[in-house]
């Protein structure tokens, strides 16, 4: 069955520092996507980063890098010098080989002290 | 950000009665989803569209549907409303399906009496 499974339900992490929020997934296709939103507060849904199962570059957007290991089957969002406006529910999500749907976790509620 | 609004936006209704959640984008994109999102279950599919007219079901379609008219418009219908329905209800639009991002509308709080 295709999952994604986060083992963090709540984490903290000091302002200026650094956070890894853990993501692992399950499935057997060849061909995928990993995608990490943000939720904060407010309630939206904000797009962050998004990793394609053959790029073979970690990719990064601004201070946001997804840490991508195939054989682990894992998808660690990677935080660098958190900002209060930082606190958040942090989702991982994938969408398996040419599938509309997008497959959720259940969520990391990160909240950045000052 | 993408163009894509959801209305209402918070809504109180009594069990039983009908109700209708719109989602309008200004993306032209092909695609757009109605999930749900609920306290232990993350966000779940309701129903998608891959074109005017064109849907099909989620994981959690009963008690729901959808109409598609227009490109920019995606229609959830709610026949008679439960407690159980009572969530956030979230429209995304992808121009693609498989790994094409999905970008989400800001939701539409609902509570079901």
């Known amino acids: 069955a295709q999952k994604i499974t986060q083992t963090q339900p709540g984490m903290f992490v000091q302002e200026k520092e650094a956070v890894t929020l853990d993501c692992t997934y399950d499935?057997?296709?060849?061909?995928?996507?990993l995608f990490w939103y943000k939720q904060p507060s407010s309630g939206e849904m904000i797009f962050l980063i998004y990793?394609?199962?053959?790029?073979?570059q970690n990719a990064t957007e601004g201070r946001y890098s997804l840490n991508f290991q195939k054989a682990r089957k894992s998808a660690n969002l990677v935080i660098s010098a958190s900002q209060l406006g930082d606190s958040a529910m942090y989702f991982c999500?994938?969408?398996?080989?040419?599938?509309?749907?997008?497959?959720f976790g259940s969520g990391t509620r990160l909240l950045v002290r000052p | 950000d993408a163009g894509i609004t959801q209305s209402p936006r918070h809504k109180v209704t009594e069990t039983g009665t009908p109700v209708t959640l719109r989602c309008h984008q200004t993306?032209?994109?092909?695609?757009m989803y109605w999930y749900r999102q609920d306290p232990g279950h993350g966000l779940r599919l309701i129903h998608y569209?891959?074109?005017?007219?064109?849907?099909d079901k989620g994981e959690v379609s009963d008690g729901y549907s959808v109409s598609r008219s227009k490109t920019e418009d995606f229609l959830l219908t709610l026949e008679s409303a439960t407690s159980s329905q009572t969530s956030v209800y979230f429209c995304?639009?992808?121009?693609?399906?498989?790994?094409?991002?999905?970008?989400f509308g800001p939701g539409t709080r609902l509570l079901v009496l």
């Open positions: 990793q394609g199962s053959y790029d073979e």
């Open positions: 999500a994938m969408t398996p080989d040419s599938s509309y749907k997008l497959i």
């Open positions: 995304a639009i992808s121009d693609a399906a498989g790994e094409e991002t999905q970008y």
């Open positions: 993306e032209n994109h092909r695609y």
């Open positions: 499935t057997s296709d060849q061909s995928y996507g």
């Open positions: 569209s891959y074109g005017v007219k064109d849907t």
